[in-house]
Structure formats: C-alpha cells, structure tokens
C-alpha cells in the first residue's frame, strides 16, 4: 500500500440508540485518512445524513480532544467543562464531591461537526464548513447502504452492499476497508461468528431536559458537575450537554441523564418494558419515539418514589426517551485480510457505558491507525495495542457498573480482574509483548 493513493471504504452505522459510539468512530477514521490524501467511500446503513432528536450525552475524553484538536477546522467549541462528579441524597443536596475535571459534550454535536469537516456537510451546528484542502483525498458520504459480504483477492477487497431503498446489489473495492459498524458488526460477524456479547443483567433509560425547564428549585444543583444519586438496585446520573444546534448558552444546554436499573434477562418485566408501540420485542434497545406511553408512565412513577427529587424531575419532564439492554465484549483479534481491514470502534471492543470511554476508543483507534498508515506503526502492534486498550476498559466498566449498583461482590471480582489485567499488561509492556 506504500506511495500510493488508496481507495478506501468506511463501513458505518449511525446508531445512537444504543451504547454509543458507531457512526462517530467511521467518521474520524474518514477524515484522518481522507487527510493523509487516500480517498474515502463511507457506506452509511442509516437512511438519512440527518440525526435528529440525537442528544445523548458524551464525555470527551483525552484522545477525542486530541482528534479534534488536530483535525477539526471548524474553530468552534464543542463541549461543557465539568469541574468533577458529586453524589447527593434524596433531598438533591451534596454529599461528596470528587475533584475530576471533564469535557462533555452531545452525540449530534460531534456528529455534525465530523461530517462538516469528512464531507462539507451543512447544518445548524456548522452551517459553514471548513473549505477542503487540495491535498486531501476525495470524501464520500453514502446513506441507506447495508453491507452484506466481502471478498478478498489479489490485495483488493471487493465489498457487496444492498441499498436500502430499491434493494439493489452493488459491490465496490477497496485497497483498505474500516469497519466501525457498530455493536452488531456484520463484518465481525463474519470473522468471529461465535462472539458473544453477554446481558449485564440491567437496562439504561435515558433522556434530556432542556436546562431552563427545571424548576428554580433544582437550577443551582447541577453546576455543570456530573451528579450521582444511588438507590437499591438503581442508579441514575446527570450532566449538562450543548443543546439545539450545539448551543452552549445556559439555559438553552441540555441535562442529561443514564438511568441504570435491574431488569432480569428472560423476565416479565424485561420483556414488558422492551416492547416497542408495534409489539415488537427488541433484544438490545427500544429508540427514541418507539417507547410505549403506558411503560413510560410506570417508570416515571416508580422514580417520583425512589430517586432524588432532582432526577425524579427530571424523568418526569423528558419527552422522548429511549432505552438499552447493557451488555459488552471484546474481540480476540481486530485485523483481516493481510492487514487491509481493520475492526474499530464498538465493532472491536463494547463497554458498559459507566466509564463513558466508547467515544475516546475510537479516536484512540483512529489516532494509532493514522500510525500504520505512515509507516510509523506495524499493523500487529496497531492490534495489540487496541485489544490490551479494549479488555483492561471492559473490566474497569463492569467494576464500576457493580459498585453503582450494590453487587460489592462482582465490584470486589471485577476490581481484581481489572487490577491484574492493567499488571499483566504492564508486565509484558517490560518485556517487549
């Protein structure tokens, strides 16, 4: 692939209503690469450029600032700075607070601002683009395309893709494919086809608020500080994020909130409350728009009596909520095809949302691929690197998933794990593997 423009594809799908991070992580590989002067086909499963309503939090980490301090030409902020997390009790006053400075930020706030800086695409967030630069590569934005196989001969892969509209099959090539499709990886699906990504036992309700619809009463509890409240078997957080178009203007912010609750795999109430307005029972999440009134009304009351009277608020004033079934894996191996596609992103490795780092994986990804495409880094170094990043994550959010919920014995147990995998990691770093 040396001194050559390659032709790559990006597969992508733009699913926020999960544990986030797909189409974000298709869209910084994009630009990175397009930067480098490759061109870039990005094929979209959604069936629009427009994400609307998308407004789940997200923090942005060390390597998302990173990302975008090197390749976002916008010059726009983007994010909240959040002096620390502080937990409180019932009546919503402080109990402790922890020093731990933060940026966050909004899924449609990111996404609007790669796609104006992957393909000059015009929004309310960026309504102006940042010009293109002659060398860059070409950018292209493909919507409503399904992957369905790949094929691998002659160092060319040839991917095979369905149109969602007229169902039509067409295939491109490609000297290089990313795959950032998502949880549900078809292409991971077709390497590692006994992947299991086991149910954590609970699901997340979130939602937002936007910030000047809270009473005065519970105005000044936020402070743009994460908030946690915990109860018995639940617990719920809450942070400031842009609002409409990226607004950073208080008031116009939105307060979002992750609400972890128990919700047996096989239950009743399982099954009850991932039933959508059409009866159908999903597996992994209910979006926005497709929750049953009649559920929402239920977990609404059942907040009123349990949570602290500013989250209760909260719950009861969100509009549109959505849900997820918490779950989480890690792959055993992340490149294919004589190092010409590479998995990335929730295709490589899922956390459970607690350490809220799907994000800064991907542009971890993404920072360390712009290495091997320069030479700078092999391929299987890339891998080791991203898979030790992936299992040490995974076992850190499981810990804290246990110890927000109660279970101190799986907090003690995944404690360990994560305390002798970050050990063992730093031993072999020692030693050269």
Not at 31 to 52: A, D, F, W, Y
Not at 351 to 378: D, G, I, M, W, Y
Request: aromatic fraction near 10%.
């Amino acid at each position: 692939m040396e001194g050559k423009t390659l032709r790559v594809v990006i597969l992508n799908i733009c699913i926020l209503y999960s544990q986030i991070g797909g189409s974000l992580a298709g869209l910084m590989h994009g630009i990175m690469i397009k930067r480098l002067g490759h061109n870039v086909h990005i094929l979209e499963q959604s069936l629009s450029s427009l994400q609307t309503g998308q407004a789940a939090g997200i923090r942005a980490g060390p390597d998302v600032q990173k990302f975008l301090d090197r390749f976002d030409l916008t010059g726009q902020a983007y994010s909240i700075p959040s002096p620390g997390v502080q937990m409180i009790n019932k009546e919503s006053q402080v109990k402790l607070f922890f020093k731990r400075p933060m940026q966050l930020t909004g899924w449609s706030t990111l996404y609007y601002r790669l796609r104006a800086n992957f393909d000059a695409f015009v929004s309310e967030h960026c309504p102006e683009p940042p010009p293109t630069s002659d060398r860059d590569g070409k950018a292209v934005f493909d919507v409503a395309k399904k992957v369905t196989d790949l094929e691998y001969a002659d160092q060319v892969i040839t991917v095979w893709y369905q149109d969602q509209f007229n169902r039509q099959q067409s295939s491109l090539q490609a000297d290089l494919v990313v795959a950032a499709d998502g949880f549900n990886s078809t292409v991971r699906q077709k390497f590692l086809p006994g992947l299991i990504r086991p149910y954590a036992g609970y699901i997340a309700w979130r939602g937002t608020v936007v910030e000047r619809e809270l009473s005065e009463r519970h105005k000044g509890v936020f402070s743009e500080k994460v908030t946690v409240f915990k109860c018995p078997n639940n617990y719920i957080l809450g942070y400031t994020i842009p609002g409409n178009g990226g607004s950073l203007k208080p008031g116009e912010r939105l307060l979002n909130f992750v609400w972890y609750s128990k919700s047996p795999e096989g239950s009743s109430e399982f099954a009850n409350v991932m039933t959508d307005t059409d009866g159908h029972q999903h597996q992994t999440t209910v979006p926005i728009g497709k929750m049953r009134a009649e559920v929402w009304a239920a977990q609404k009351e059942y907040g009123r009596s349990i949570l602290a009277s500013v989250f209760a608020e909260l719950v009861d004033k969100t509009e549109r909520p959505f849900i997820s079934a918490v779950s989480d894996h890690v792959v055993s191996q992340a490149v294919f095809f004589e190092d010409r596609l590479f998995l990335v992103g929730d295709a490589l490795s899922l956390f459970r949302p607690h350490t809220a780092l799907s994000t800064n994986q991907s542009a971890l990804h993404c920072l360390l691929l712009e290495q091997v495409l320069s030479k700078q880094l092999p391929a299987s170094t890339w891998e080791q690197t991203v898979l030790r990043y992936g299992r040490a994550n995974r076992l850190l959010s499981n810990a804290l998933g246990a110890f927000g919920l109660g279970g101190m014995w799986i907090f003690l147990r995944d404690s360990w794990r994560y305390a002798h995998e970050v050990v063992k990691q730093r031993i072999l770093g020692v030693f050269g593997y």
